[in-house]
Nanobody, 115 residues
């Protein structure tokens, strides 16, 4: 069983930055495809960014050039660096781990972008 714990959310002004972290326990972290998703009120959960075990990254068009996903396999942790934040980035951000037919979710962390 894989457990994921997110941290780093909070309130930030437009144009500001935050870094989210997701610490994983259980299983073999280095083999997982890790992803960050978000869900805004009244909207469906959407993929923000993902990173494969080999380091290949993928981003939603809305965050390209502003967000960076990375992983530290020695620390079993995946990060999401978010720069130039906009009010429309406000959402609960969830960490996801995928391996074979299994998918695991963290509890989510709130990110609010407002002045």
């Amino acid at each position: 069983q894989v457990q994921l714990v997110e941290s780093g959310g909070g309130l930030v002004q437009p144009g500001g930055s935050l870094r989210l972290s997701c610490a994983a326990s259980g299983g073999m972290f280095s083999s997982y495809v890790m992803g960050w998703y978000r869900q805004a009120p009244g909207k469906q959960r959407e993929l923000v960014a993902s990173i494969t075990s080999g380091g290949t990254t993928n981003y939603a068009d809305s965050v390209k050039g502003r967000f960076t996903i990375s992983r530290d396999n020695a620390k079993n942790t995946v990060y999401l660096q978010m720069n130039s934040l906009k009010p429309e980035d406000t959402a609960v951000y969830y960490c996801n781990a995928r391996v074979a037919f299994y998918s695991y979710w963290g509890q989510g962390t709130q990110v609010t972008v407002a002045s």
